[in-house]
């Protein structure tokens, strides 16, 4: 009796004293549900044009310039402004540009990046984003126009491919 009134008071010891070390607390989750998002092309594909190395000049130069957009639609009236985000791999030379795909492989160029320019003619890094533009509300439509180049980023410059692969991301308000 001894030995199963003391085995009990341990029991219950150990069961009070889990709890006495308990604190309470509170999570809170925060979001927000919106209207549908304006809908847009998931992939561009853009030809750049051929550019001689002579005519990249020296570090610093730009070409082969590209105008290219995209094209949001169906924007529903609740959405006042956009910003694209343009995420890639900066270019180690000049971290204003991106890097081109498979850098260091047999027949991929070296010595140059990819320089985006947002419709305002402003630099748009790796990482970065354009500056907020209003939204046509009327139409839905709406063209955010931009430029792409070639900047040459050394006095070494191999000929190859070329090819830039950028993610965007639209963010809205």
Not at 44 to 51: A, E, F, H, R, S
Not at 76 to 84: C, I
């Amino acid at each position: 009796m001894k030995k199963s009134l003391i085995t009990t008071a341990l029991i219950t010891g150990m069961v009070l004293s889990s709890t006495a070390f308990a604190a309470d607390g509170v999570i809170r989750f925060t979001g927000k549900v919106t209207d549908n998002v304006c809908n847009v092309s998931p992939t561009l594909n853009i030809t750049m044009d051929n550019v001689s190395i002579d005519t990249l000049g020296t570090i610093g130069n730009r070409a082969s310039q590209k105008d290219f957009s995209l094209v949001l639609t169906d924007c529903p009236a609740s959405l006042l402004t956009a910003k694209v985000q343009l995420d890639g791999t900066a270019n180690p030379s000049d971290l204003e540009l991106f890097q081109l795909d498979n850098v260091g492989q047999t027949g991929v160029a070296s010595g140059v990046g990819l320089e985006i320019l947002s419709e305002t003619g402003t630099v748009v890094v790796p990482g970065g984003t354009t500056p907020s533009v209003p939204l046509n509300t009327v139409t839905g439509i709406n063209t955010l126009p931009f430029k792409a180049a070639y900047k040459r980023t050394s006095d070494a410059v191999a000929a190859g491919d070329a090819n830039v692969s950028v993610q965007f991301s639209v963010l809205y308000n």
